[in-house]
């Protein structure tokens, strides 16, 4: 697709598309439906955006620096971002993570799992920030909610998904020219015992096969589930089944780790979708990636164009939810 090179001034960016990955940042750019050319920044900051638009929603894009991942560097990137484009209204954590398997849903490799609010949570919780007590580490802090237009668009899509409405498939269809992020690119979803621990190599071809989880049978090429709940943030790799389930099971129940979305929630109001690569254990590699990106990236986009553009028309939208 030819992209027209139409330049916005910068108050015209309303959304700010955050990814920590490369290969979410290309996974994200693929989606645009109109790319813009850059604008003048100021001198002091270094981060690189693609600009550029969603339906009429005009979209900032920022990769973290390479190398640099987890809360403080996410962080840095959305407080330069937001005082570069004075009128971002809200943002999206989008890209990877590894998921929680058979605690409170069915998780698949290439699901992706979207940070909604509890009873406990606002959605997003730092495991790794807290203090030492006598009874051991106890947390503290409580993460910001997403705000309520982002709230109030999961809402009307998952009434959509439910009425077979959802245009999902059309979105993820834009990667059917490139071969890396397709399905069949991904190889087979394998998820071992808990307390098995990865043989060695880049991929499981060693590992014992006795040690699989036994499931009922996937779901068709490109049947993606979106999944609403906790998602656990921190500044570590989660790569151990038996600390996943541990961490899982005190926090709530939680659906996917990640390391990046708690430095977002209380400075930029924000929602975080991630497309599982992985079951955050030991067998952990990077095959899933590309396609997880992928599921992760058609889903914003799906909730971007269901969100109004003007604000005065937030009101009327949220209110026809309720």
Partial sequence: MTMAQRTLSRDAYTVGWISALSVEFAAAEQLLDEEHGDVALDHDDDSLYTLGSIGKHNVVIACLPAGSTGTNSAAAVATRMKAQFPSIRFGLMVGIGGGVPGVTADIRLG????????????????????????????????????????LSALAKMQAQSLRGRSVFAS??????????????????????ESNYDHVGGPTCEGCDQKQL???????????????????ASGNMVMRSGRARDK???????????????????????????????????????????????????????????????EPACWVDFINSLL
Wanted: glycine residues 10%; hydrophobic residues 35%.
């Fill in 247 to 309: 961490l899982s099971c005190e926090l709530g129940d939680v659906l996917c780790f990640e390391m990046e979305a708690a430095g977002l929630m209380n400075g930029l109001p924000c929602l975080v979708i991630r497309g599982i690569c992985d079951y955050a254990d030991s067998h952990k590699n990077k095959t899933w990636q590309p396609y997880a990106a992928a599921t992760a990236a058609a889903y914003a986009k799906e909730l971007l164009l269901t969100i109004p553009v």
């Fill in 111 to 150: 699901d992706v799992v979207v940070s909604q609010p509890s009873a406990r949570s606002g959605g997003v919780i730092q495991y790794d920030f807290g203090k030492s007590t006598p009874d051991g580490f106890a947390r503290t802090g409580f993460l910001s909610p997403p705000p309520r237009i982002l």
């Fill in 171 to 192: 979105h993820l269809s834009r990667f059917d020219g490139l071969s890396e992020f397709r399905r069949d690119h991904a190889g087979p979803d394998q998820l071992f």
């Fill in 213 to 231: 989880v036994k499931r009922t049978p996937g779901r068709g090429e490109n049947q993606v589930k979106a999944h609403y709940g906790t998602i």
